[in-house]
């Protein structure tokens, strides 16, 4: 979608930084999808991810005078969303605790899965992780962090992260299969 | 798990995040709106606290540069004191004890080291140690002495008269005398009479500092002189200043310059607004003025939701805008009394109080709203002339400095508070500024 480099993008940004209510209510029509696709694989529900998701955009509108029209806003608006995130999932001090896993099992093709389970289903599996397993992997799998990186974030080790991962990717392999195998749970 | 299974899972849910499909939700937006004033309320709050801390700031510096007393340290008169100490001795006057340069008595106000300038005539006083490079002290014979302590503090200063040989007529001759003298630090002057209390060197030593006039038929006069170059003056010259009985009212005009912001409610600050003016101010009393003045400013400024309240049936459909931005040309018109503790014709820091009428010569408004449609009301101007009488109240507290020439400058931060709704929308707008009077003459009644 060229919504980057449209007019109408250009002159919503301008009336975001004169804090004009309209322009920032167009903007944040335009990104709601795309924050809360972001924000709830962090958060446990919607109503948690809707927070996240405001936080940012307040940090949007009070910092969009920074914001070079030029550059692509998706990128910028997306570190400040996994940032906004993982703070959210800092204050609530969880993501350090470890929780034992189950063996893991054989993960199907990855375009399988994808033709039987929706994005819902998918993110639904994510938020039944424990929140250090959910994010720790979402900041390595998807958000494309390292594990030096997430570590020194996080506060924790790196051995630590690693492990959670593992253990992350293991829970979700048994709950893909399970539900692959029963979709109706 | 593999390493192949791991990659495959990670692919899947990386593809799946892609596939995102949430809708706009108005409910989310408004708790965004939510977020969004109350993080509006916390800028204004911080702008206020700027504000005031830089007021308190520029005060400060005022103060520092105008008001603190300032002492110089004069080794010689050390060396005076010293010889006056044996003089003394010598003449076996009035010396109860022995002390030390300061004196055991020094006033409360004068720490170990602090100065005392001495300036002597140059050729016509007598000693009986005059060497070249000391500073003689001569207690002249069968002359009154005055001492006179005029202080650069708040306090008023002193003249001490010895009774022996100075009665009231004379004291009262001089002080029909009322020209101004040519010292600026000086301020008006008390007389006090003491008893046949010859000068020891316990009083040489608590004076804060003090010049010794030339020798004439007139007795001497000790004055405090600061940081400024003294000036050798008459007994008449001085006691003509201790005239506070009776004050010349006097009246002045004055050009203004000011900058201000305003705020409406709590937040939205506007940018600074320029108001030029002019000023009659009448001083009726020592301490007390009014005045008067006329004032022309374009103020700019920003109503919420709520802020701007217009007469009934002005918007389409009872639909009000998210926010007003107002643009209006008034003409101010203050009344003040203002109070100045050092003396309306003095330099020193003033207080003033008093009501502003706003006379709107012409409003323009432009309203924002959250809806596209088209038939709501965007803009609106009119030049209807809404009078406000003493509806914005005014508080200022300022500086004062006063000229030889007449001339004065004066420099305030003031604060204006709605006693009333402003303009077409009733809006309550604060202001908070800076402003500068020069008063161009003085004219006495």
């Known amino acids: ?185 | 798990m593999s390493d192949k299974d791991s990659k495959d899972l990670d692919t899947l849910f990386q593809m799946g995040s892609e596939q995102y499909d949430f809708e706009y939700n108005p409910d989310a937006w408004g708790q965004m709106e939510t977020l969004l004033e109350k993080d509006k309320r916390k800028r204004g709050l911080i702008w206020w606290w700027l504000i005031g801390f830089g007021i308190l700031l520029l005060l400060g510096g005022i103060w520092y540069y105008n008001v603190r007393p300032i002492v110089t340290e004069i080794p010689l008169l050390k060396q005076a004191v010293e010889k006056q100490k044996i003089q003394d001795k010598t003449n076996n006057v009035g010396q109860d004890n022995q002390t030390d340069l300061l004196g055991s008595q020094k006033p409360a106000n004068v720490d170990e080291k602090m100065i005392k300038k001495t300036i002597f005539p140059s050729s016509k006083v007598e000693t009986k140690n005059d060497k070249k490079g000391k500073i003689p002290i001569k207690k002249p014979i069968n002359q009154p002495i005055v001492n006179t302590i005029v202080q650069t503090q708040e306090t008023i200063p002193k003249i001490t008269v010895n009774t022996l040989n100075v009665d009231n007529e004379d004291i009262k001759k001089a002080t029909e005398n009322t020209s101004q003298l040519d010292v600026p630090h000086l301020t008006s002057v008390e007389i006090e009479t003491q008893e046949n209390n010859p000068i020891s060197s316990e009083a040489i030593a608590t004076q804060t500092t003090y010049l010794i006039s030339p020798i004439s038929s007139l007795p001497y006069v000790y004055l405090d002189i600061g940081k400024k170059k003294p000036v050798f003056l008459e007994f008449d010259q001085v006691l003509s200043q201790a005239d506070h009985s009776s004050f010349d009212p006097f009246l002045r005009i004055g050009i203004v310059l000011a900058s201000e912001i305003t705020a409406v409610g709590s937040d939205n600050i506007s940018k600074p607004d320029f108001k030029v003016g002019i000023q009659i101010e009448y001083n009726y009393n020592r301490k007390y003025s009014t005045s008067i003045g006329a004032n022309y400013i374009r103020k700019n400024y920003e109503a919420g939701k709520g802020e701007y309240i217009p007469p009934q049936g002005f918007w389409t459909r009872a639909i009000a805008p998210q926010s007003t931005q107002g643009v209006c040309n008034i003409l101010e018109l203050p009344v003040m009394i203002g109070y100045y503790p050092r003396g309306t014709a003095q330099t020193g820091f003033y207080a003033k109080v008093g009501l502003t009428s706003y006379l709107m010569l012409r409003e323009r408004y432009d309203y924002s709203y959250d809806l596209p449609d088209s038939d709501l009301k965007r803009k609106w101007g009119t030049r209807d002339q809404t009078e406000h009488w003493f509806g914005i109240g005014k508080f200022s507290l300022g500086h004062q400095k006063v000229y030889k020439n007449g001339m004065s400058k004066q420099l305030a931060a003031y604060l204006q508070a709605p006693l009333t709704g402003i303009g077409h929308g009733n809006v309550k707008m604060w202001s908070i500024g800076m402003r500068l009077v020069v008063h161009l003459k003085t004219a006495k009644k």
């Open chain 1, 1 to 185: 979608m060229e919504k980057d480099s449209s007019k109408d993008f250009q002159l919503i940004i301008e009336g975001c930084c004169k804090r004009d209510r309209s322009s920032q209510n167009a903007l944040y029509k335009l990104y709601y999808p795309y924050a809360m696709s972001v924000c709830i694989r962090y958060t446990e529900s919607n109503s948690e991810a809707i927070c996240v998701v405001n936080d940012s955009f307040l940090k949007v509108f009070n910092n969009i005078k920074k914001f070079g029209i030029d550059r692509p806003f998706k990128p910028w608006f997306r570190r400040i969303l996994v940032n906004t995130a993982i703070n959210h999932v800092k204050k609530q001090k969880k993501f350090k605790k470890e929780v034992a896993m189950d063996e893991a099992r054989t993960t199907p093709y990855v375009e399988d899965v994808l033709s039987q389970i929706n994005y819902r289903e998918l993110i639904a599996l994510v938020q039944s992780l424990s929140q250090s397993y959910r994010t720790v992997f979402n900041m390595y799998v998807i958000d494309g962090y390292k594990h030096k990186e997430i570590a020194k974030i996080l506060g924790i080790s790196e051995s630590t992260s690693k492990s959670n991962l593992t253990r992350a990717r293991a829970k979700l392999q048994e709950l893909v299969t399970a539900k692959l195998n029963n979709p109706y749970v």
